[in-house]
Nanobody
Framework: QVQLVESGGGLVQAGGPLRLSCAAS????????MGWFRQAPWKERELVAA???????YYADSVKGRATISRDNAKNTVYLQMNSLKPDDAAVYYC?????????????????WGQGTQVTVSS
């Protein structure tokens, strides 16, 4: 079992930065593919960024160049840093873990989820 707890959301000004953290419990954290998803009202949950156990990263086109995902396996924590936030970035952000060494692009491919953290962008 893996439990995930996100933190760092809230109200952010457009153009400003955002840093989200996801603390994971469980001894298998380092083996999991970790992802950050987001879901805006009336939209599907979408993968924003993902990082493999070895640090290989993936970014959605919508955040490429503005986001950095990283993980600290010693601390069982994964981070998402985003800059130049836009109103379209407003959503509930979820941390997710996939018990695989291969990336998953869809929410249904992830095995564990955090409760989500709201990000609101003020223009």
């Amino acid at each position: 079992q893996v439990q995930l707890v996100e933190s760092g959301g809230g109200l952010v000004q457009a153009g400003g930065p955002l840093r989200l953290s996801c603390a994971a419990s469980g001894r298998t954290f380092s083996r999991n593919y970790m992802g950050w998803f987001r879901q805006a009202p009336w939209k599907e949950r979408e993968l924003v960024a993902a990082v493999s156990r070895s640090g290989t990263t993936y970014y959605a086109d919508s955040v490429k160049g503005r986001a950095t995902i990283s993980r600290d396996n010693a601390k069982n924590t994964v981070y998402l840093q985003m800059n130049s936030l836009k109103p379209d970035d407003a959503a509930v952000y979820y941390c997710a873990a996939r018990q695989s060494r291969f990336i998953g692009y869809e929410a249904r491919q992830y095995d564990y989820w955090g409760q989500g953290t709201q990000v609101t962008v003020s223009s």
